[in-house]
């Protein structure tokens, strides 16, 4: 079921060309096109990605101290069972998104890399609190920010972060998957020119890390 | 907490046993220490042991880096019948860093040994399983030591930018 | 006859390649224990990413079928070198660092600090401030013991126990939060007293607390006392004579689950444990069953202790009045000018403590917690080492699990109550 | 004749069909992007060690023997149960008799001890 769907320009074209449909004087192949674009993709994707978005299934993966606020979202008062992720899964087989809730070690980082590999498509990745970010308080030889190493779609601040912001972190990485991904704080305050540029240029850093060395293991 | 004077009796006791034992005493707020020549380090325990000091509350490492013989292990020894407490340390050089293991008369300071070992690169001889316990199994380096960088990426500030960028710490 | 794991050849991503070389060097020197005939020893992870290792502890258990003979505890899987990072910070920023580490004792973790930098200086803490650190201190007790009666009952089976645990949880965490702003890690305790003086409505919210907090464990109990799965399961599991335990070092509930009434807040007590009477809650076999009794019955027991130091909390400072240790408050800022400089050396430079070295042990809600700090007169510690009761009683998993099922392993894990970011610091 | 077993026949066709629908769709639809680690056993993410030539202990075949022997005793006692009114009570000693007998198997078994774990 290949589906050709070419990117749809700028808004003013697409309207006009709605405007023509409507009048019903858009010439056939391109009313073909126009309708194969519209109709039949966004229902699938839309569809798709409106079910995987709500029915997480995140895995029971917890590391440190923001293990413990993990464990809270579960809980009677933040009840993640409102938004139906309750459903904890041990195996990385049958989960679909791993919150790196704690400090990521040099040691625990080559474990955290093939459980990922081992966690099927479409997976996500959240990384919780101000160690798994950035190294957080323990800016030291011992551990590595997370996404050195992993590609991580929505890092929760906080030390750690309150249930309450993890399950705002949880609802904005639905609203990344279902395609209304809400504009990171760039965007909204246009300060573009502020990406941090990371050392060796690419973001996500090759699965092959040398984190074993003495002394410069710094930021692995 | 033994006081002062039975702290230097307890250290007349050990000289009296064996001469060198004990190197020298401290006494400071309350805390009583004997600080032991290292390949002593049995006797003394195992005399601290006779007069109560049955409790090996616990084993630690200390880098006194300027000042020689660097690398220091302490024992803090807890007689539980008399809620007593005495300190035991032996200063040993890092070029030399050999000191004999105590894991059969404490079996708990097993995993304290290791850790030792593994921050601060003191073999403990006659340890069952003398390897790291915290840092991977091949990493080179004792962390813990003063002179091993904390590392840690250098926080990039527009200020910095250009000098710090891409180096560490 | 041990079988190490080698496992096939084919071309590996270099990262597990060399994964698999280090593993390569934990040897397993043990022989199988007493099998007779030639059993099959299976060597068996129970690795750092396991839903019943209460955090990232790896267990490389060697099993007979379901027997297991010999478990070899691998931790560092979450060392962030907390102690190497201690030495690079002044003295009060060093609390925040500090109280990560045991991160659901971490008011034990700041009260082990404060104690030893306290005894560095021979700074007396005001009555008050003893006061408001036993209430926290207990509080956080009762929340630790809580998650692991939650999380362990939801190891052995018994899932509804943990919804019942966190609800209680939810109330003692917003008391921290209105004390100090913050649920977790919250920083409270400074060198020389409490941050601040608790708010006008901590009070009667904590007697609240208090008055629900009983006939709630009661429910627990019913919870488990009830269910005659996990008494099975608990009952007769885990057994080690106090002898070992004691050779072993083990500290806290685990020690006194088996007959030894040592408690340091009794034997050694400290910031003003001598003021209240409570009871030692102290096991009989040694067993699993014991050990939950045991800290079920601390909950109780901590209840008591909050309410004697609610009722008799003293008026007075809630910090040292001493100038050179303590923040001065900010009103005074705007009128004395030492205040002014006081307030300015400290939150630069930070204070400076006299060269010499102190070991503060306390009672944490697994074991005896010591803080060793060493000081060189500068403003920042010279060493700082905490000496953690769960890296201590982890050594005593082997002899409690050999030659018991691997249910009765997870049950026993589970009664353990390590804390991972305590053990690896 | 035939005609009213015709209901019973479209139940397991469209049982069959959906069932291999579900089972196949994912590998159909499924998006796949295979890397090495994927394939090796997940082993709380460390690398595998399985030994290939590993052989379980006896003790395991054993409690799936007794496993098996007791559960097709229950499948047995299903279609009785449900319908027992219609059978009367002759059903009611016959399943007596067949019950008593395993009965008699699992004290015979409890006694030799091949319930206790070795």
Redesign the interface.
Known sequence: MEIKREPLTDLRVRQLKARDMLRGNLPDEDLERYVEERVLTTTVDRAVAWAQGNSLYPLTFGLACCAMEQIHIVAARVDIARFGFEAFRASPRQADLIILSGRVSIKMAPVIRRIWDQMLEPKWAISMGACCSSMGVFNNYALVPADKFMPIAVHVPGCPPRPEALMHGILKLRDKIQGNAPDGWRERYDADGTEEVLPNGDAQASADISIFKAGDTAGA | MPDATELELTAQELRDADSESVLDTEF????A?LVANPTKIRAVLEHLRGKGY?????L????YYPDEPRLGV?Y?MLD?TR?D?I?VKARVSTDHARIESVVDM???????ER?VYD?FGVVFDGHP?M???????????H??R?D??????P??FTYNEEQS??K?? | MTLTGSGDTEPQTTLTEDYRKREESITLSSSPAGTGETHELLTLNIGPHHPSTHGVLRLLATLEGEVVRDIKPIVGYVHTGIEKTAEDKAYWKVIPVVERMDYLGYYFNAMAFCGAVETLLGLEVPLRAQYLRVIHLELNRIASHLVWLGTSALDIGAISMFWYCFRERELILDLFEMSSGQRMHTRYFQVGGVMEDIPRGFEEKLRQFLKIMPPRADQYADLFEKNQILLERLRGTGIVDRQTLIELNVTGPLLRAAGDPWDLRKAHPYSSYDKFDFKIPVGTVGDNYDRFRVRHAEIYQSVKIIEQAIDGLPEGEHITPDRKVALPPRHELATSMEALIHHFKLVTEGFRVPPGEAYYPIEGPRGELGCFVRSDGSAKPARVHMRDPSFVNLQALAPMVKDSYIADLIATLAMLDPILGGIDR | MLRDYLPALVFLILGALIGLLFATLNLIIGRRVPNRSKEEPYECGLPSEVQRGFRFGISFYLVAMLFILFDIEVIFLYPIAVQLRAFGDFALFETGTFVVLLMLAFVYVWRRGALAWK
């Open positions: 400071y707020r309350g805390r220490v049955t409790f090996l509350a616990s630690h490492g200390v880098d302490l803090e539980r809620v407490r300190a404490f079996p708990g300071a097993n995993f304290p850790e921050m399983d390897r790291r316990i915290l840092m991977p199994e091949d990493y080179e380096g962390p813990q003063r091993f960088p904390v590392g840690g990426e926080v990039l960028y891409g560490y710490v």
